[in-house]
Nanobody, 126 residues
Framework: QVQLVESGGGLVQAGASLRLSCVAS????????MAWFRQAPGKEREFVAV????????RVVDSVKGRFTISRDNAKNTVYLQMNSLKPDDTGVYYC???????????????????WGRGTQVTVSS
């Protein structure tokens, strides 16, 4: 089992920055992938960013490219999401997810992950 705890959400104005953190505990050696998803009210959970520990590769969704950066501190079992130039469309609950090693497109979907945090709310006002 892997336990994930997110923090760092809040209410900010458009243009501001936030840094989300997700601390993993338990069988963290099994979590090659660590990712962030978000879910806006009335919408499905969507992929935001992923970090693959085995080769250090990262990927972010097109809508946040140039604004969001995912990073990982393996020694602290923590993954971060630095969010700059926030927009009202970025509002939602942000979830941390962990999953086994994969190089397929499944890493861009919820099916690629078997552990989830409870989420942290991010609200961006205009």
């Amino acid at each position: 089992q892997v336990q994930l705890v997110e923090s760092g959400g809040g209410l900010v104005q458009a243009g501001a920055s936030l840094r989300l953190s997700c601390v993993a505990s338990g069988r963290t050696f099994s979590a090659d992938l660590m990712a962030w998803f978000r879910q806006a009210p009335g919408k499905e959970r969507e992929f935001v960013a992923v970090h693959r520990r085995s080769d250090g590769n990262t990927r972010v969704v097109d809508s946040v490219k140039g604004r969001f950066t995912i990073s990982r501190d393996n020694a602290k079992n923590t993954v971060y999401l630095q969010m700059n130039s926030l927009k009202p469309d970025d509002t939602g609950v942000y979830y941390c997810a962990a999953g086994p090693k994969s190089v397929s497109q499944v890493v861009l979907t919820t099916r690629g992950y078997n552990y989830w945090g409870r989420g942290t709310q991010v609200t961006v006002s205009s």
